[in-house]
């Protein structure tokens, strides 16, 4: 009697496989995509890389005016223009981090349709670049933070500075987490894509961005220690200013929220990333 046998080849997916070896060995290819992502944006411009000092400085300018000059918010004794411009820089790290993982599928459309790579190379390159930019305005940050160092202003927490690569670190993992689900979901809700951008602008000013937690009271200040990102702002003003407000509650809301938020993304993106182009 003959028996027919049939042997089915397909790749081995899990939900949780994050590929890291496979990753460190495409690790020029991220390399790449970190600059182009850096790059891209500047081209044809007449001013080209200075845009990275002009729009958080203007920003900063405008917050200054609103919240400083308007609504007379305290900044806790520290000068408000660097004040501003040190946490407008953080939250434009954590903000294009978030903002470019969301566009992952959608806006690499053309490329994962012609050859292979880990997937996961994008994501993490998009947070490599915002850190890069990050780190270029921190030059104007630091010019600013000497200057009234000098004069007495302000008073750095300076053994707490090595904290500040964990903050970028911890961060940069929620804005992933974030992008990564959103960019997920958008495969089949595209409306989505409108309302993130919306959506972050609403996290800045939901966040103690442009205010110091310490000038909220009550309930609204309970509140905002279960806002994930509170936590970070507060420890990375803490050690480059010297003020900031850190709780045991709000590190561990944010530290679980960031553990959560990258576990659903990584189960969300090796789901999606199997057939995604045949949605698209």
Not at 23 to 33: A, D, P, Q, S, T
Not at 127 to 152: E, R
Not at 164 to 190: D, F
Not at 195 to 203: A, C, D
Request: glycine content about 8%.
């Amino acid at each position: 009697m003959q028996q027919n046998y049939h042997k089915r080849i397909t790749a081995k997916h899990r939900l949780l496989d994050l590929k890291l070896k496979e990753v460190w060995k495409y690790r020029e290819l991220i390399g790449l995509f970190t600059k182009r992502n850096v790059t891209v944006g500047y081209r044809q411009t007449i001013l080209g890389p200075l845009w990275l000092f002009i729009n958080p400085l203007l920003t900063s300018i405008v917050h200054l005016v609103v919240f400083g000059r308007i609504a007379k918010l305290g900044t806790e004794g520290v000068p408000q223009l660097l004040f501003y411009l040190s946490g407008n820089a953080l939250w434009a790290f954590f903000s294009s981090s978030g903002l470019g993982n969301a566009g992952t599928f959608l806006s690499n459309e053309h490329l994962f349709g012609k050859v292979y790579f880990p997937r996961l190379t994008i994501p993490i390159s998009v947070v490599l670049s915002s850190a890069i930019k990050y780190a270029i305005q921190m030059i104007l940050v630091f010019g600013l933070l000497i200057y009234y160092v000098i004069a007495g202003s302000v008073s750095p927490n300076y053994p707490a500075w090595p904290l500040i690569p964990v903050i970028l670190i911890w961060l940069g993992l929620m804005a992933m987490g974030v992008g990564i689900i959103i960019s997920s979901l958008t495969i089949k809700y595209r409306d989505l894509s409108v309302l993130v951008s919306f959506g972050m602008q609403l996290w800045l000013y939901a966040s103690p961005v442009v205010y110091p937690l310490s000038t909220l009271s009550g309930t609204l200040k309970s509140v905002m220690l279960f806002n994930p990102v509170t936590a970070p702002i507060e420890l990375y003003r803490y050690a480059l200013l010297g003020v900031g407000t850190v709780t045991p509650l709000s590190v561990a809301v944010s530290v679980c929220f960031t553990a959560l938020v990258l576990l659903l993304g990584v189960i969300l993106f090796n789901k999606v990333e199997r057939n995604f182009l045949d949605t698209v």
